[in-house]
T-cell receptor, first 109, second 113 residues
Framework: AQRVTQPEKLLSVFKGAPVELKCNYSYSGSPELFWYVQYSRQRLQLLLRHISRESIKGFTADLNKGETSFHLKKPFAQEEDSAMYYCALTAPGGFKTIFGAGTRLFVKA | DTAVSQTPKYLVTQMGNDKSIKCEQNLGHDTMYWYKQDSKKFLKIMFSYNNKELIINETVPNRFSPKSPDKAHLNLHINSLELGDSAVYFC????????????FGPGTRLTVT
């Protein structure tokens, strides 16, 4: 079955603390993995994609094919990181994307 | 200059009515999508269109009929609205088969009373 699992609905950390948002996926093949973010009153937007292996706003995510995971990490959380984060899997061909249920990150001052 | 736009932003209507949501993208993308986000913020794909052709229909009731008059537009018409249709509907676009990154519209909050 094709599935993206984000086990935490809510993650609350203090400013300056490390943060890790977990994502596991189930897909038979080679999908593209993404993290999307939705800040308050803003539209959903791409944060980063596994194929780029880049760091955006201090966030990184490593694709672990053995564990079928794509966890999102940041060493020092900032208050402006508070948002809803979605892990997503796009099937080859690009026409179908499966989103996880989302994790709401709350960074406390 | 807005990349993906949706109208209306809010839609309040009664059960049994028919309503439409419009979506337009000016990114030159060839693929457009409709997603439904429920009250728990779960985002689920409904339809995917590529070059005006329906590619994905994720077991959506026949009351929902998407229409793509051209590559830049993907409208969603809903017949006989039900309480369970209340949600936020997002339109998105991408240049399929290249980077797959999707650009989302601001969403349309549909409330059925």
């Amino acid at each position: 079955a094709q599935r993206v699992t984000q086990p935490e609905k809510l993650l609350s950390v203090f400013k300056g603390a490390p943060v890790e948002l977990k994502c596991n996926y189930s897909y038979s093949g080679s999908p593209e993995l993404f993290w999307y973010v939705q800040y308050s009153r803003q539209r959903l937007q791409l944060l980063l994609r596994h194929i780029s292996r880049e760091s955006i706003k201090g966030f990184t995510a490593d694709l672990n094919k053995g564990e079928t995971s794509f966890h999102l990490k940041k060493p020092f959380a900032q208050e402006e990181d508070s948002a809803m984060y979605y892990c997503a899997l796009t099937a080859p061909g690009g026409f179908k994307t499966i989103f996880g249920a989302g994790t709401r990150l709350f960074v406390k001052a | 200059d807005t990349a993906v736009s949706q109208t209306p932003k809010y839609l309040v209507t009664q059960m049994g009515n028919d309503k439409s949501i419009k979506c337009e993208q000016n990114l030159g993308h060839d693929t457009m999508y409709w997603y439904k986000q429920d009250s728990k913020k779960f985002l689920k794909i409904m339809f995917s269109y590529n070059n005006k052709e329906l590619i994905i229909n994720e077991t959506v009731p026949n009351r929902f009929s998407p229409k793509s008059p051209d590559k830049a537009h993907l409208n969603l018409h809903i017949n006989s609205l039900e309480l369970g249709d209340s949600a936020v509907y997002f339109c998105a676009s991408s240049q399929g088969r290249v980077f797959y990154e999707q650009y989302f519209g601001p969403g349309t909050r549909l409330t059925v009373t």
